[in-house]
């Protein structure tokens, strides 16, 4: 018997009550019955393992092993499959960025500049995945309220007389209202949006070549004209380095494979293969979508620049599809990015409350944000996430240029110092595997481009992060003779992720006063799946040895 449970001895014994013994209370007749199930019993507190203080008596000492322990026991449910993985991989978070932010991205640097930042983007998140904190929860909690402000917004390509606040209440209760049915609601949403947002992909790019090689309306043979007029960049190197900020909030959300996998089930098998496809999302639909828009709309076009980073009627692909005079097409389009960006948000929502209950189990915030109820949702912190959802009515006030303004702010640089500490903690992962005594054979999935992939990565988002301070400084196309409130309003409004990162990085350290973990001393034990025995993982490759020659290779792409 488990020890919170204390058996008691009775001291005296009561008869059972018979039929032919009349009870001292009664119903009075005509009083209605309820039923005995409870209407909200699935919200109660699910079945928990037990839980391990990671934080000391005194408030001010850190148990990293307490905290690895309460992860590892999580009480959220599997209950995603593959599929849903899978797509979540190929096209959970393609949204604003790509749709719409790429078109002010295209007016700032030229479409070779903007080609090339999605390039060494999707380099570095390849790189990345193959290989979370209070930072990755910040991120997404603002990333939520904006996208919703985007999806509002894209409302009003149509005219239609539609309250903002009205479009925002709306799709506010829509999405809170998929993240409290559940993961596997929110799985099977997931796997539908996706499923829209990559034909309406595949299908603009064959569109884009037909336009291109047969003409709009107004020319012939387009080709790469406006490559050689207006040019292929635009306020050269620093606009290049604008860009980039934009191409990382376009990849943003691809490692949510990884934070998935915690409620999928057998991720072992499943991860692999949605990882595998992060390289056809990059390839297909960012660099071959982008490399189409660059030569249908030149980066002079009026069009391009919207009211704000989030103005549908400032997207690319509704640009191009105006220009080509096809009726009728780019209400389709603005539709598909109506459904884009809700897509993005309801992921934002989903990586918000994982985080923040991530963060209540390892003691890194209150421990109520922990709470799991009996169908594996996190609901504090999915309340949590709703109440920060709210400052999406920000859009119908004053002050809706300041406030998008600073949201985006907030969240644009959060993504690249999220992709920086995944790629140190494979790193230091691959040398405490080493160092404890495990083979590589011995891991279920191995990164192809191993712990180089994860230091070209780290390497590569430090030097962006040195190219967007130096833009910060100095933007392109700024005055010389700005006032020196007018340069910090635009320091912090390109970099004001940094200071924060820092000072919740500090806070940590000082606080707890933990120490660096020796790679000796790194936990590789707690958590692991313990159905992946060597048997098992042997009985794997053996199954694979049997395969044909066709499965094999596309097992090994897909």
């Not at 915690?262 to 990059?282: C, D, G, M, Y």
């Not at 910090?488 to 006063?513: D, G, H, Q, S």
Request: proline share 3%; with cysteine.
């Amino acid at each position: 018997m488990d020890d919170g449970f204390i058996k008691m001895e009775n001291t005296k014994t009561y008869t059972a009550s018979t039929s032919t013994v009349t009870p001292l209370l009664t119903r009075p007749k005509g009083v209605k019955s309820f039923p005995t199930t409870k209407a909200f019993d699935s919200f109660r507190s699910g079945p928990s393992h037990g839980h391990a203080p990671a934080i000391g008596e005194n408030g001010r000492s850190y148990n990293q092993k307490a905290a690895a322990w309460n992860t590892a026991n999580t009480i959220l449910v599997r209950r995603l499959k593959g599929r849903h993985l899978q797509m979540i991989a190929i096209g959970g978070s393609i949204g604003t960025g790509l749709f719409i932010g790429s078109g002010s991205a295209l007016a700032t640097g030229g479409p070779a500049s903007l080609l090339l930042a999605f390039i060494l983007i999707g380099a570095v998140l390849f790189c990345t995945v193959q290989a979370l904190g209070w930072n990755y929860a910040m991120q997404w909690a603002i990333t939520m309220p904006l996208e919703v402000m985007a999806a509002a917004i894209t409302l009003e390509y149509w005219n239609l007389n539609l309250p903002s606040w009205v479009a925002i209440t709306i799709f506010l209760i829509l999405i809170v209202g998929i993240n409290l049915c559940g993961v596997k609601v929110y799985g099977e949403a997931e796997y539908t949006f996706s499923i829209l947002k990559v034909a309406a992909v595949i299908g603009f790019i064959i569109l884009g070549v037909v336009i291109n090689c047969g003409g709009t309306q107004d020319s012939g043979y387009i080709g790469g004209k406006y490559w050689s007029n207006p040019g292929a960049f635009h306020n050269g190197f620093k606009g290049f380095c604008n860009i980039l900020v934009t191409a990382a909030f376009s990849f943003s959300g691809t490692e949510l494979v990884g934070l998935a996998a915690a409620e999928t089930h057998n991720p072992s098998k499943a991860l692999p293969t949605a990882i595998k496809q992060v390289f056809w999302r990059i390839a297909l639909f960012y660099i071959v979508s982008i490399t189409v828009v660059g030569l249908l709309v030149p980066y002079t076009d009026e069009r391009l620049i919207g009211r704000n980073n989030v103005d549908s009627k400032a997207s690319p692909f509704i640009i191009a599809i105006q220009s080509a005079g096809i009726q009728g097409l780019d209400s389709v389009m603005n539709a598909v990015v109506m459904i884009a960006v809700l897509s993005v948000a309801n992921s934002s929502m989903y990586g918000a409350t994982r985080t923040l209950q991530a963060l209540g189990e390892q003691g890194q915030a209150p421990r109520i944000f922990a709470y799991v109820d009996r169908k594996g949702r996190p609901m504090v912190a999915i309340g949590i996430s709703s109440a920060v959802g709210l400052l999406a009515y920000l859009y119908v006030s004053s002050i809706q240029g300041e406030a998008f303004t600073w949201l985006l702010a907030l969240s644009g640089l959060s993504s690249i110092f999220t992709w920086c500490s995944i790629c140190y903690a494979h790193i230091q992962f691959r040398k405490a595997w080493k160092e404890q005594g495990n083979l590589l054979s011995d891991l279920v999935y191995q990164s192809p481009i191993g712990e180089i992939g994860s230091w070209v990565g780290f390497s590569a988002l430090i030097a962006i992060l040195a190219a967007q301070f130096w833009v910060a400084i100095s933007p392109s196309g700024a005055s010389s003779d700005r006032t020196a409130g007018e340069q910090a309003v635009n320091f912090f409004e390109a970099y004001l992720a940094m200071p924060v990162v820092l000072l919740f990085y500090a806070y940590y350290k000082i606080w707890y006063r933990t120490k660096w973990v020796r790679v000796k001393d790194i936990d590789l034990q707690t958590g692991r799946n313990e159905f992946e025995t060597v048997h098992v993982r042997r009985q794997w490759k053996d199954d694979r040895s049997e395969w044909p020659r066709w499965k094999v290779l596309y097992k090994t792409l897909c």
